[in-house]
């Protein structure tokens, strides 16, 4: 089936299904979710970068539980060692989904996707 027969916001939500899967799989021994490493790694720029996630405060309050980020976001001695690791196994799954793009690909990619959001939020 050539790509082209479906349109972009099918291989969007399946992108994104297979991103959310997969790196949660990835993450599934710790008992973490693709949302815990996004609050774990963001954690420095508040709860407000997160707002567009769905399970981000949960998955937040959980970290904070597990002593790794304080209530205001900054991450602990253990948050820095378990961040470090975890940052390891995300760095392998990004590199497996990008296999067979360049650099110049991947940039493309983003910034025509980056262009199609600014065009719908400007035509709100």
Request: negative net charge; aromatic residues 6%; charged residues 30%.
């Amino acid at each position: 089936m050539d790509p082209l027969d479906r349109p972009i916001g099918f291989w969007l939500k399946h992108l994104h299904n297979l991103l959310e899967d997969g790196l949660t799989g990835v993450l599934a021994d710790r008992g973490l979710t693709r949302r815990h490493w996004q609050a774990l790694n963001t954690s420095r720029h508040g709860a407000e970068a997160l707002a567009v996630f769905d399970g981000a405060d949960e998955a937040r309050a959980d970290l904070v539980t597990r002593g790794w980020i304080t209530t205001d976001g900054t991450l602990t001695d253990d948050g820095r060692t378990a961040r470090a690791e975890i940052a390891e196994r995300v760095r392998r799954f990004r590199e497996l989904s990008l296999t067979g793009l360049t650099d110049d690909q991947y940039a493309d990619t983003v910034r025509t996707l980056a262009t199609m959001a600014r065009n719908l939020e400007t035509a709100r």
